[in-house]
């Protein structure tokens, strides 16, 4: 388990105290500037809470104003109309350039994007600094191994979840999760550069398809976002305060000792 170095020095501070904290989720659901995310204490990333935020985003625009092209094209935007990937046979207009112009049709209607609509989607959130923070992705696989992607990982720990709070407490935290959903992940194929990797999160089992298909797209950032860093100051002044405690009590004992 990945454990920051604040959060092992705190557990260590309760222990010293007295308290005692048994940690029944490893899923733990924040806020963050009005944003509802889920931080993930195993692999030590934040995901959006809603699974799929961007259809959320499509909804709430088409019932503001009566239409998500706004949206869209604000979206579309933020990437300059353009991503740029290994250079292949779908790239457009120009085949194997390595540019990609992108168009509402990359955006279905049913909430589903292609590799690009998807990869545009992110940076519309670093954009916007959505959350706080700028570093969103699709998830990332660190290399072929059915386990080593973020995705994969994340449904290992849902299933610790499920086994130490319930399926109950999975639901709460997260929004428009389906296991049979299929995602994409930021990874492309370098055999084949027209496709990219995407996973059903139910399964560790990673696949490729055309990066022209409809998937499913959600956000991903290292770390917990939420965490505020204490000043140093602090940390010296509560280890100044454990050694003397220890060394009340070390005298305690001894002068206890003594009286036998």
Known sequence: MIIKKN????????TEIGFTSV?????????????????????NVTWTADANLLGTLENQAIAQTGSDVTLLNTIISDSN????????NLDSPNQNSGIYNLSLSDFSSNDLVDW???QAFINYLNNISYGGVSDWSLPIALDTGESSNQLSQLFSTMYLDYANAGQSYIQSIFTDLNYNNIYWLSNENITNPGQAFNLVLSSPEWFVQGKNVYSYAWAVSPGNITAVPLPSAFWFFIGFWIIAERQKRFKMSLANNNKI
């Open 81 to 88: 109309g353009v991503i740029n990937d290994l250079p292949n």
């Open 116 to 118: 690009w609509g998807a």
């Open 23 to 43: 940690a029944e989720a490893d899923l733990l659901p924040e806020t963050v500037n009005g944003i509802n995310v889920v931080y993930d204490t195993v692999t």
């Open 7 to 14: 959060a092992i020095i705190t557990v260590f501070i309760l």
